[in-house]
C-alpha cells in the first residue's frame, strides 16, 4: 500500500506519519519512509544515525536518465527504465523501517522543485508492493505536490489537522485538489487533540470525520527537542491513534 500524508506546516504531518511507520512495522508490515518535504526531518524523527550519508532520491535523475538511453541501434528511448536495482544505494534502515529522501533546493532562488518531484513520481509508479509493504510519503507543506501529481498513484491520502480554522481551510482546500488529482481515498486524521471539543469542532469543519485523534503529547513533544527517536510506548493514546489508523486501513483493504 502507498500511503501519502498532506497538511498545513506545522500541525505535525512528520510526527503522525512516524507513529503510524512504527504501528505498521510493529504489525509486521515491511516500512519504507519517504520523507518528500523540502526541509526534511523524517531521519532524526525515527532515530536514524548517519543521516549525511543519505544520498537523495533526486540524485537518481541522471541515474535515470541514463537508463532511459537509446538501446544499441534504436531510435527509441525507453520510457521505462529499471529502477529496482538502485534503489539500495538510495535508502537507510534501522529498527526494521527503511527510509529515502528527496532532497531539497539547497540556495535561495535555487528554482522549483519539479525535477526532483519527477522523479518521486516515476518511482511511486514503478513499485510495486506486496501484500505485506508500504510505502509512506511525508509531502511538503501545502498544496503545491498535488498541483504536480506527484502523488497521483498513491491508495491512501491522509489530510492531517489540527482544531484551528486555519487548519480546517488548509485541509479543506488539500482535500478539494485530491479529489480533482484523481485520489480516490482520501481521510482526515486530527493532531493536537485535546477533548471532546476540539473532536468536535474538526468534525463540524472537515468534508469528513477524521479517522483518528493524536492527543497533546508532552512525551513527543520532549522527544522533539531532544532529538530522540519517537516510539510508540512514549504516549499509550498516540499508539492507540496509530492502532486505530491501521485498523481503518486494514478495513479499507478488504
Known amino acids: 500500500m502507498k500511503i501519502a500524508i498532506a497538511g498545513k506546516g506545522g500541525v505535525g504531518k512528520t510526527t503522525i506519519m512516524a507513529l503510524i ?21 523524517m531521519a532524526q524523527t525515527l532515530g536514524f544515525a548517519n543521516i549525511e550519508s543519505i544520498t537523495p532520491i533526486a540524485d537518481m535523475g541522471q541515474l535515470l536518465a541514463e537508463r532511459a538511453g537509446k538501446s544499441a541501434g534504436s531510435p527509441y528511448y525507453n520510457i521505462n527504465p529499471e529502477i529496482n536495482d538502485l534503489l539500495a544505494d538510495f535508502m537507510l534502515e534501522s529498527d526494521g523501517i527503511k527510509l529515502m529522501v528527496l532532497g531539497a533546493i539547497q540556495t535561495a532562488e535555487g528554482g522549483c522543485a519539479c525535477p526532483e518531484a519527477t522523479v518521486l513520481k516515476r518511482l511511486l509508479t514503478k513499485l510495486l508492493l506486496g501484500d505485506d509493504q508500504a510505502i509512506l510519503l511525508d509531502m511538503e507543506a501545502g498544496v503545491e505536490h498535488l498541483g504536480r501529481g506527484t502523488i497521483a498513484s498513491v491508495d491512501e491520502l491522509f489530510i492531517v489537522a489540527i482544531p484551528s480554522k486555519s487548519s480546517m481551510r488548509t485541509a479543506t482546500k488539500i482535500h478539494k485538489m485530491a479529489v480533482d488529482t484523481g485520489i480516490k481515498d482520501i481521510s482526515f486524521i486530527g493532531n493536537l487533540v485535546e477533548d471532546d471539543d476540539d473532536r468536535q469542532f474538526m468534525n463540524d469543519n472537515l468534508p469528513s470525520r477524521p479517522v483518528a485523534f493524536f492527543p497533546v503529547s508532552t512525551p513527543i513533544r520532549q522527544a522533539e527537542r531532544r532529538s530522540h527517536k519517537l516510539e ?23
Request: aromatic residues 2%; proline residues 7%.
Open 232 to 254: 510508540l510506548a512514549m504516549d499509550p493514546q498516540a499508539a492507540q491513534a496509530a492502532e486505530q489508523v491501521i485498523a481503518y486501513l486494514q478495513a479499507r483493504k478488504d
Open 21 to 41: 511507520a512504527r504501528q505498521l512495522q510493529a504489525s509486521g508490515q515491511d516500512v519504507l519512509v519517504i520523507d518528500a518535504d523540502p526541509c526534511p526531518h
